[in-house]
């Protein structure tokens, strides 16, 4: 009899070193994952940033653009429709992308049957 319940003993001892394992283990990997998540939002901070960066670049490179527009036709139609065929056009160029924009929306807000479009 002696020697069962020390074999229980023992048993009790091992199932108690391994909860203590496995919350070091769980522990370990909680750790893990907040340190992996810190270093993942740094790396999608600096993305939005420079993304925000060239964007703005984007948006200077094309009033450059447009500016140009009105000016090479300046001699030829005069400021002011100059500036209104510039505009025109730009305004018909958006409303082209936008109702591209549009169609993808409807397109990725579709039902998964594949009924409309």
């Not at 909860?19 to 919350?23: C, G, N, Q």
């Not at 060239?54 to 447009?66: K, Q, S, Y």
């Not at 305004?91 to 579709?110: E, F, N, Q």
């Given at each position: 009899m002696k020697h069962d319940s020390s074999e229980a003993a023992g048993i009790i001892a091992l199932a108690r070193q391994l909860?203590?394992?496995?919350?070091a283990w769980i522990s370990a990997e909680i750790g893990f994952y907040q340190a992996l998540i810190g270093d993942r939002?740094?790396?999608a901070k600096m993305a939005i940033a420079f993304a925000v960066l060239?964007?703005?670049?984007?948006?200077?490179?094309?009033?450059?653009?447009?500016i140009g527009g009105i000016l090479i036709l300046l001699p030829y139609v005069g400021a002011f429709w100059a500036t209104l065929i510039v505009i025109g056009l730009t305004?018909?160029?958006?409303?082209?992308?936008?109702?591209?924009?549009?169609?993808?929306?409807?397109?990725?807000?579709?039902?998964p049957t594949g009924g409309d479009r």
């Open positions: 909860m203590r394992d496995a919350r939002m740094r790396d060239a964007l703005v670049l984007a948006n200077a490179a094309l009033i450059a653009l447009l305004l018909a160029i958006a409303a082209i992308l936008g109702l591209s924009a549009l169609d993808h929306v409807k397109r990725a807000l579709r039902s």
